[in-house]
């Protein structure tokens, strides 16, 4: 039971929601005709209706309801669901006023089918989070290690029960196969999560032969890199050594998709500097109002293989922004000008990067191009940095979508580079299209930079 409902929560929640929602059309439909409700008004509006509720479970799906991480009754998820049903609410109107051939405009349906709605989504989605953090569908889990990875994945797990696990156990060094297994059956243990012990460490084989005893008893036994990866969508570059990429980043099994991602690529981006080029000079009028110096700017990047190329841009900020030494971009920083902080916030300024796509410098998904100088003091201090450029870069990626962070602190670009090696590994087009669709909402958001 518990796996099978592991493998299909989101589904769940989407045949939940769809299903909410013709609830919330037949009892607005019933409220306002009341006996003259009739098949023939059903139809008129089943159509039109179903339309925009693909419309509605794509919006929901960019806001990030089907995340696993907001299946939570509290404030952030309340706040969201507002947002995001307002949000459907109004592009249904555009798409009814917009497509008169739906044969149907309505205004007291539409306003009666959205309130009940919301009515109906938020106890539906109230018992849902409720259950998936029942402790009858978590696993019980057993953790094995003692470093500090292991303590913040067993907190994050403590504190987000909707991942589906529960800590039912902490091991930091077992003495033999059969306390495991005592401890197994006493707490009804089905998931062990390991540290992997330095080789040379004289117990590190000893635990292998441990662990390697208990595949008999049918438990889920995973390493502590591949469970990190899976309840957070990153990769722990401090646990993982050169033996982690040579099993996880074979590039031979990804050379016809990365094939086709040139071809989208070259597509994509000729259509859209073909729809961008009429607001160009209106943008290079801007930017010369604004401040002096010229439209556009070039930086070194560099690219795939730490091949450099020049990154072309709008310019956002003053003339001889940089003429102390090339430096961070900060929160809240000065030589942005008024116009460059609009442009920056709502990613208009990354258009020119179309040209960059089109040569082949750059891809639409992939981790975010640094520059030289950037590069050269990173490699220096994040271990695998380096691994990012195994890709091409992109204009937006995993981890733009996932916490826009500027990449200012050492911090942030640790954090920026374990999504970047999630992406990296995990690399194809259902997780590109996820990124493209989620970065609409990193841009509305108006989050980062």
Not at 15 to 20: C, E, P
Not at 80 to 98: C, D, E, K, N, R
């Amino acid at each position: 039971m518990k796996r099978f409902f592991d493998q299909s929560k989101r589904l769940i929640l989407v045949i939940g929601d769809i299903s909410m929602l013709y609830l919330a059309l037949y009892l607005a439909l019933m409220m306002r005709y009341g006996k003259e409700f009739t098949q023939d008004i059903w139809n008129d509006h089943l159509f039109p209706f179903t339309v925009s509720f693909i419309m509605w479970i794509a919006i929901f799906y960019i806001a990030g309801l089907y995340e696993r991480r907001t299946a939570a009754n509290n404030y952030a998820f309340y706040s969201s669901a507002v947002t995001t049903v307002a949000t459907a609410l109004v592009a249904t109107v555009v798409l009814f006023y917009l497509i008169p051939a739906f044969g149907i405009t309505p205004k007291t349906n539409l306003i009666a089918m959205g309130m009940i709605f919301f009515a109906l989504f938020l106890a539906w989605r109230h018992g849902y989070n409720m259950l998936i953090r029942s402790s009858h569908l978590l696993h019980p889990t057993m953790f094995i290690g003692s470093n500090k990875e292991m303590r913040a994945i067993t907190e994050h797990i403590r504190a987000h029960p909707q991942l589906g696990y529960r800590v039912a156990m902490v091991v930091e060094r077992p003495r033999d196969a059969q306390e495991l297994i005592d401890l197994i059956e006493e707490y009804g243990i089905d998931t062990l999560v390991y540290a992997q012990y330095d080789t040379r460490d004289d117990d590190a084989g000893s635990i292998s032969k441990i662990l390697y005893t208990l595949f008999p008893l049918g438990i889920t036994i995973i390493d502590l890199p591949t469970f990190y990866a899976r309840v957070t969508n990153k990769i722990p570059v401090s646990i993982i050594g050169e033996a982690w990429f040579f099993e996880n980043l074979i590039e031979s099994e990804k050379s016809f998709f990365e094939t086709e991602k040139r071809v989208f690529d070259a597509v994509c981006a000729f259509l859209g500097s073909i729809i961008a080029l009429p607001f160009l000079p209106l943008i290079a009028i801007l930017i010369r109002i604004d401040s002096a110096g010229p439209v556009f700017k070039t930086q070194l990047r560099i690219g795939k293989n730490n091949v450099p190329f020049r990154l072309v841009k709008f310019r956002t900020m003053v003339e001889n922004a940089e003429q102390g030494g090339v430096q961070w971009t900060q929160a809240k920083d000065a030589r942005i000008t008024k116009i460059g902080r609009f442009l920056r916030k709502t990613r208009i300024d990354e258009l020119p990067q179309l040209w960059n796509v089109l040569k082949g410098n750059m891809s639409f998904v992939g981790p975010r191009p640094e520059r030289l100088e950037f590069v050269v003091e990173r490699e220096q201090e994040i271990p695998h940095y380096q691994m990012r450029h195994l890709v091409k870069p992109g204009l937006t990626g995993w981890a733009q979508i996932h916490k826009p962070l500027a990449g200012a602190s050492v911090e942030d670009s640790i954090e920026k580079l374990q999504y970047d090696l999630y992406y990296i590994k995990h690399r194809g087009f259902v997780i590109d299209l996820d990124i493209l669709a989620k970065t609409v909402l990193v841009i509305l958001r108006r989050e980062g930079r």
